[in-house]
């Protein structure tokens, strides 16, 4: 680039320079010849009076022609000229270039233009081809002898040799040109280079720049122009720079609102989104145009946000349901007017996802009234019973033992839901805190599965442990997956057949964590209700779980506490086959230090 630029200023400066010189070569030239003949035609006139003088009075001895001509001679290689001696007749009577022995037969010169204008003007000159020796030349001629003229004096010079004169200066002249050429084109480029290269280190900075350099500046070394142009430049790279950080940190608020954004310009077209709201709706987030509003796919997200542009209302939190990428979701929107300068200027939406509260206030209000409903039937059996007893039944000792041990059972019951519930919203509420510590399953399951045997051998069910020694320890609550344990064991023994009932405990080491079966050969579990049966309240067969003094509580209970532990739940079953849980729960990470020797 900077080659380019140099070589071209440099031309330009060198032809401008040679353009001005070949001119006043060419229009000196012309000056030169004339200056030339003009020299030459004084020198020869000159010359020629002072020798025409000599001659005023012709010499005596010069009748005879072989004296005038040795005179010719003599003077003319004297002044390397060619000298003429005319008599009045036209009569040659010496030439320089002509041998005495010759003259006679020249022609007369009477009638030649410069000695008859010498003879009537006193003066005559021309240039013409010489008949004697037929070369061009330049003849002077002036009368001689005074006070009696007795002929004409002529000096002839070729004009060959003004014009060898002439070459010879121009070629020194030309030699002058060419030397001025070649330095006017050095200094030409010099002059570029020194005049491109601080140019080529502003080029190279903005290069740089644009690259991503971002601390590339140009060094001012000068106050001139280009010294600005560089100031210039060093202050809109710092402008750019402090842009971009704050663009960057405008957008990184924007990435850390939860809320989804969207801006929209006048016309109502999308200009901005955050990463909460492309994600929502699909947007491209990189907006670099403004893009149509159609680009929302809901419709109903798409119509709110088309009322507010088009009436140019307020919102706040007006609740929508919407598909959005992640499903149907239920959203509020507030909308504000950007104003700017008094100017409507497009409008802000702000969007919350209020999906998860709405669902959370429902699962309240349904846990109310299933809590309520469960607390109605133990209650109305309470008092049923109760009332009977007071209208007489108490007087049958045998009736009324019987209705008394419902009453105690009922009350158990009652107790138990109120146990459960209470346990439930504590550990649901997310209030607990758990004490995670490394611990040894093995020892923790024989102590909880012990307090089942009674109740086991009573129901003539036969429970098994098969837990291998040496388990890694679990990070985990030890009462809490007491709970578990405990839940997951009374299942089992509740939901076992009465004869051949068997329930077999295992565990093992996985990778990174360790597994707990509880297995059952008891009634199973449908498959339609394998997922439900960790709801709350859900029981399979309601009366039969209510009898056996189940509130369906259990295993909700159970799986938060297992989801608390960054473990896991799983259920395989078969209708009368049995069930098997698996509960997995992480191993507790090695201490750093003091592994066994
Ligand atoms: N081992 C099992 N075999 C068959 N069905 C089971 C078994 N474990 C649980 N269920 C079914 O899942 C339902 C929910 O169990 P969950 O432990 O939550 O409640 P529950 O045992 O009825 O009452 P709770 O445990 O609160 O006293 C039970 O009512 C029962 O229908
Ligand atoms: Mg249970």
Same mark, same amino acid.
């Given at each position: 680039m900077r080659g380019r630029l140099s070589i071209r200023l440099g031309a330009i400066f060198g032809l401008i320079v040679f353009f001005s010189l070949a001119f006043s070569y060419l229009y000196q030239g012309r000056q030169l010849r004339e200056l030339f003949v003009s020299?030459?035609?004084?020198?020869?006139?000159?010359?020629?009076?002072?020798?025409?003088?000599?001659?005023?009075?012709r010499p005596a001895d010069w009748s005879d022609t072989a004296r005038s001509d040795q005179w010719a001679d003599r003077v003319g290689a004297a002044l390397d000229l060619r000298v003429t001696l005319i008599d009045l007749d036209g009569q040659v009577i010496g030439d320089s270039y002509v041998p005495a022995g010759r003259l006679a037969f020249l022609k007369n010169h009477s009638a030649r233009t410069e000695v008859r204008d010498a003879l009537s003007k006193g003066f005559g000159e021309t240039i013409r081809s010489s008949e004697t020796v037929r070369e061009e030349m330049l003849y002077l001629?002036?009368?001689?002898?005074?006070?009696?003229?007795?002929?004409?004096?002529?000096?002839?010079?070729?004009?060959?040799?003004?014009?060898?004169?002439?070459?010879?200066?121009?070629?020194?002249?030309?030699?002058?040109?060419?030397?001025?050429?070649?330095?006017?084109?050095?200094?030409?480029?010099?002059?570029?280079?020194?005049?491109?290269?601080? !140019?080529?280190?502003? =080029?190279?900075?903005?290069? +740089?720049? *644009?690259?991503?350099?971002?601390? %590339?500046?140009? @060094?001012?070394? /000068?106050?001139?122009?280009?010294?600005?142009?560089?100031?210039?430049?060093?202050?809109?790279?710092?402008?750019?720079?402090?842009?971009?950080?704050?663009?960057?940190?405008l957008r990184e608020v924007l990435s850390s609102i939860r809320e989804a954004i969207i801006v929209t310009n006048a016309e109502g077209q999308i200009v901005?989104?955050?990463?909460?709201?492309?994600?929502?709706?699909?947007?491209?987030?990189?907006?670099?145009?403004?893009?149509?509003?159609?680009?929302?796919?809901?419709?109903a997200m798409r119509g709110l946000l088309e009322r507010v542009q088009a009436g140019g209302e307020r919102l706040?939190?007006?609740? !929508?349901?919407?598909? =959005?990428?992640?499903?149907? +979701?239920? *959203?509020?929107?507030?909308?504000? %007017?950007?104003? @700017?300068?008094? /100017?409507?200027?497009g409008t802000v939406f702000v969007i919350n996802d209020i999906t998860r509260l709405r669902k959370l206030e429902r699962m309240r209000r349904d846990f109310v009234s299933s809590v309520s409903h469960e607390l109605r039937t133990p209650l109305a059996s309470i008092r049923g019973y109760a009332e009977t007893?007071?209208?007489?039944?108490?007087?049958?000792?045998?009736?009324?033992?019987?209705?008394?041990?419902?009453?105690?059972?009922?009350?158990?019951?009652?107790?138990?839901?109120?146990?459960?519930?209470?346990?439930?919203?504590?550990?649901?509420?997310?209030r607990i805190v758990y004490d995670f510590a490394p611990l040894d399953l093995k020892a923790h399951i024989v102590k909880?599965?012990?307090?089942?045997?009674?109740?086991?051998s009573r129901k003539?069910?036969?429970?098994?442990?098969?837990?291998?020694?040496?388990?890694?320890?679990?990070?985990?609550?030890?009462?809490?997956?007491?709970?578990?344990?405990?839940?997951?064991?009374?299942?089992?023994?509740?939901?076992?057949?009465?004869k051949g009932g068997m329930v077999r405990i295992r565990a093992f080491a996985m990778s990174d964590a360790v597994s707990i079966e509880v297995e059952d050969n008891g009634m199973g579990i449908p498959q339609e209700d394998l997922d439900r049966i960790f709801e709350r309240f859900y029981r399979v067969d309601k009366a039969r779980s209510r009898q056996l003094g189940g509130t369906g509580l259990g295993l909700s209970i159970v799986k938060h506490i297992v989801l608390a532990h960054k473990g896991d739940i799983r259920v395989r079953s078969r209708v009368n086959s049995g069930s098997v849980f698996t509960v997995t729960l992480p191993v507790a990470p090695c201490p750093p230090t003091g592994s066994p020797r």
């Open positions: 020299r030459v035609r004084a020198d020869l006139q000159r010359e020629l009076r002072l020798n025409s003088g000599m001659l005023d009075d001629a002036v009368p001689v002898g005074s006070p009696k003229r007795w002929g004409v004096l002529r000096f002839a010079k070729p004009l060959q040799d003004i014009r060898m004169l002439e070459a010879e200066v121009r070629n020194g002249v030309v030699g002058g040109l060419l030397w001025a050429l070649l330095i006017s084109l050095a200094a030409g480029m010099l002059s570029a280079y020194l005049l491109s290269r601080p !140019l080529e280190r502003i =080029t190279e900075a903005a290069d +740089r720049f *644009l690259h991503g350099e971002t601390e %590339a500046r140009v @060094q001012v070394r /000068r106050r001139d122009e280009i010294g600005r142009l560089s100031m210039a430049f060093n202050y809109m790279a710092d402008e750019i720079v402090r842009m971009n950080r704050q663009e960057e940190w901005l989104v955050n990463p909460a709201a492309s994600r929502l709706f699909t947007i491209d987030g990189a907006l670099n145009r403004a893009v149509p509003v159609k680009q929302i796919a809901d419709k706040f939190r007006e609740e !929508l349901t919407a598909m =959005t990428s992640k499903g149907e +979701r239920v *959203l509020t929107v507030s909308a504000v %007017a950007v104003m @700017q300068a008094e /100017r409507f200027d007893l007071l209208e007489g039944a108490m007087n049958d000792p045998d009736n009324a033992v019987s209705f008394l041990r419902i009453i105690l059972q009922e009350s158990q019951q009652l107790t138990a839901l109120v146990n459960d519930v209470l346990d439930l919203s504590k550990i649901e509420s997310g909880s599965v012990a307090m089942f045997d009674q109740v086991a003539g069910v036969r429970i098994e442990l098969a837990i291998p020694e040496g388990l890694p320890p679990v990070m985990a609550d030890a009462g809490y997956v007491d709970i578990v344990i405990r839940n997951l064991v009374d299942n089992a023994v509740k939901y076992v057949g009465e």
